[in-house]
């Protein structure tokens, strides 16, 4: 198998203005993720999840180790990973069509290729028939098709995916997760996913990596050995609870220490 992106260390301090110090985010820090796999990310609240992520993608650079993907040190954000983020960032005056072509058009596609390149996304996230709809005219499910078709069209190496579903309404957020599954066997891409919801983790994931409390680093990773592809009554094997359980009770001893200094 071959090693797609590798963090080899990583610590990252913020300056901190309430004490006037440092805020230690994350501390040694190393994890591999291999190429198409699905990698979920879950921890206490506060444990340096997305300032990981946002290390991957560039935008934040770590005060301690080093990321590769691919091979290559990662020092700056590159067209080579592409975030989802939990809010719909789609550009309000352009159509479901335009934000798809829009990165496209950034890097110099013939506009004819980016519509191709876009049209094949947009069937593959389900939203045919919708290329000319405006942002404000689409569901929140619906938004985050766009924004994951957004993702794809790009061919990154990695795919980024930071609370996707977390505004989502329940039922929506479960069929998205299974519609995710859909598109990642389609698109045999690499997938880093954060997520404070545990079955939605288990459910999606390869593996599962369990993150300390601040400051965060690796306290455990799961391999979800559940058969794909997988629906969502999956939910009810008690295979799936036991997976649960078991991340349950390691996130639990992170958040006990912390519940017991605070009162
Ligand atoms: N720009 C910043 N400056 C200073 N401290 C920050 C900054 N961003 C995050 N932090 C702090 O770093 C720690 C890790 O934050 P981060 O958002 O990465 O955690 P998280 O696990 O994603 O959190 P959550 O589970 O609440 O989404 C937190 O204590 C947070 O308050």
């Known amino acids: 198998m071959t090693i ?8 990252l301090e913020y300056g901190d203005p309430e004490s006037d110090g440092r805020l230690v985010a994350l501390n040694d820090v190393s994890l591999s993720i291999h190429e198409n796999e699905f990698v979920s990310i879950v921890g206490p609240s ?52 335009g934000n798809v072509v829009f990165g496209l ?30 942002s404000y005219q689409l569901s929140g499910g619906m938004q985050q098709r766009v924004n994951l078709a957004r993702a794809l069209v790009m061919d990154p190496q990695i795919l980024l995916m930071d609370e996707p579903f977390a505004a989502l309404d329940a039922q929506t957020r479960e069929l998205m997760q299974e519609e995710l599954l859909n598109i990642w066997q389609a698109s045999g891409k690499t997938v880093l996913f954060i997520t404070h919801q545990i079955d939605e983790a288990i459910f999606l994931s390869d593996r599962v990596i369990v993150f300390s409390a601040r400051p965060g680093r690796v306290k455990e990773s799961v391999d979800i050995e559940l ?13 799936f609870h036991a997976y649960e359980d078991r991340i349950w009770s390691l996130i639990q001893e992170e958040e006990k220490p912390r519940a017991k200094a605070a009162g």
């Open 46 to 97: 506060g444990c340096g999840k997305t300032t990981f992520l946002s290390i991957v993608d560039g935008l934040i650079r770590a005060t301690a180790g080093q990321i590769l993907l691919g091979g290559t040190p990662v020092s700056e954000p590159g067209p080579d990973r592409a975030v989802v983020f939990q809010d719909s960032s789609l550009l309000p005056w352009r159509t479901v069509l």
């Open 227 to 239: 058969d794909r592809p997988r629906s969502l009554k999956l939910k009810r094997d008690p295979r």
């Open 4 to 11: 797609k992106l590798e963090a080899h260390r990583i610590g």
């Open 105 to 134: 058009e950034c890097i110099g596609v013939r506009p004819s290729e980016a519509r191709e390149r876009a049209a094949h996304y947009i069937e593959m996230v389900g939203l045919r028939g919708f290329e000319n709809r405006y």
